[in-house]
């Protein structure tokens, strides 16, 4: 029997659409690996979170494979691609509603010139912090 694909990428559009149809802002938290192209210096503990919304993103493109678009950092233009296996989660700034997900296999470690790159002395700026408590994410497997 054929293996089916995957419904991560299909959730993970739906909730961007979901989140924009409502006024809301889609943020993604990633578990960073080689292939996982972002700005090293905002990475923290192996982990990023990307605001996605169309305010902050240019030629945003949510494939089956990988999440590409382009997004400014400190006024720069960079070009972002996140393997959609890389998502741990996928949820709305303003009230945390929106899921998470298991990173299939272990995320691959990042080699150290890449950890030293992410040690800088710039913080990057945090996020707000959803009024109403903890987002609640739910699990899926």
Not at 130 to 141: A, D, N, Y
Request: charged residues 25%; hydrophobic residues 35%; glycine residues 10%.
């Amino acid at each position: 029997m054929e293996q089916l694909p995957s419904t991560k990428p299909y959730l993970l559009r739906a909730l961007w659409e979901w989140c924009c149809d409502n006024g809301f802002t889609p943020y993604i938290a990633v578990q960073v690996d080689e292939r996982t192209r972002v700005p090293r210096e905002f990475v923290r503990d192996g982990q990023i979170v990307l605001n996605i919304g169309p305010g902050a993103t240019n030629k945003l493109q949510i494939g089956n494979e990988l999440i590409e678009f382009q997004a400014r950092f400190g006024g720069t233009a960079r070009e972002l691609s996140v393997p959609v296996e890389q998502v741990s989660a996928i949820y709305s700034r303003e009230n945390g509603a929106g899921m998470a997900f298991e990173i299939d296999g272990e995320a691959l470690p990042l080699g150290d010139e890449v950890a030293a790159e992410a040690a800088v002395d710039e913080p990057p700026p945090e996020p707000p912090r959803p009024e109403g408590g903890r987002p609640r994410l739910q699990r899926i497997k």
